[in-house]
């Protein structure tokens, strides 16, 4: 069983950075992708940011120019950078691998609150 354990979240203001993190328990390569979704309270879970093996990337328009996420091989973590984030930011960040073949795992979210 893959385990993926998110960090990085927290409180900050509008305008700010934060950097998440997701550590898998197992070669990142062997994920077709992995990326991120979040949820904020009463909306339904949604896509972030998807990186790929074969070194795509897909950053959801909302995000576009604020997001970008990378991926670290040696470390089997994926990273979320987010820059100039704004209210509308805050929502618990889930981590997400994709083998692509089988079911997809999740971590357990890491909340992100944007407030001034």
């Known amino acids: 069983q893959v385990q993926l354990v998110e960090s990085g979240g927290g409180l900050v203001q509008p305008g700010g950075s934060l950097r998440l993190s997701c550590a898998a328990s197992?070669?990142?390569?062997?994920?077709?992708?992995m990326g991120w979704y979040r949820q904020a309270p009463g909306k339904q879970r949604e896509f972030v940011a998807l990186?790929?093996?074969?070194?795509?990337?897909n950053i959801a328009d909302s995000v576009k120019g604020r997001f970008t996420i990378s991926r670290d091989g040696a470390k089997n973590t994926v990273y979320l950078h987010m820059n100039g984030l704004k209210l509308e930011d805050t929502a618990v960040y889930y981590c997400?691998?994709?083998?692509?073949?089988?079911?997809?795992?999740w971590g357990q979210g890491t909340q992100v609150t944007v407030s001034s």
């Open positions: 997400n691998a994709s083998p692509g073949s089988t079911a997809d795992y």
């Open positions: 197992a070669s990142i390569s062997s994920f077709n992708a």
């Open positions: 990186a790929f093996r074969d070194s795509r990337i």
